[in-house]
């Protein structure tokens, strides 16, 4: 049953979503349809995921692993979605599928690292305002 607490939580939340500088969470509140419940479940697991993620980016470049790198970076995409980062990462991602130019690869794993990292704070607020 949803009390009035949890109206004004997730008013609170939905209100609070266009703050943010990195992440966009149309798409969460869409998908979410409000169930508060699954969207900490889905923020908990993109924090998680893109931590391991990058790591793995980040490892498959420093051990010169590059083909390891383009299939990866394809299942990032649906981790990325989930917090509206597509605008800001897909095309850093799709770059990795070219690991013939090593320099470029670190660039653009790079700014997915730092993309990430700094929505990773910004999930973090959010999952407070929950």
């Known amino acids: 049953m949803t009390t009035k607490s949890d109206l004004l939580k997730q008013k609170s939340a939905i209100n609070f979503t266009h703050n943010f500088r990195i992440i966009n969470l149309d798409y969460l509140m869409e998908l979410s349809m ?29 051990t010169a692993e590059y083909h390891k790198i383009q299939p990866l970076a394809h299942s990032m995409l649906s981790t990325i979605y989930i917090m509206g980062l597509g605008p800001k990462l897909e095309s850093h991602l799709q770059e990795l599928k070219d690991y013939s130019q090593p320099d470029q690869l670190k660039r653009h794993i790079n700014i997915i690292s730092d993309v990430c990292r700094e929505a990773r704070v910004e999930a973090e607020i959010f999952l407070e305002t929950l």
């Open 34 to 62: 409000g169930d508060v419940k699954f969207q900490k479940e889905l923020t908990n697991q993109f924090i998680e995921l893109s931590i391991s993620e990058t790591d793995q980016l980040n490892l498959y470049f420093e």
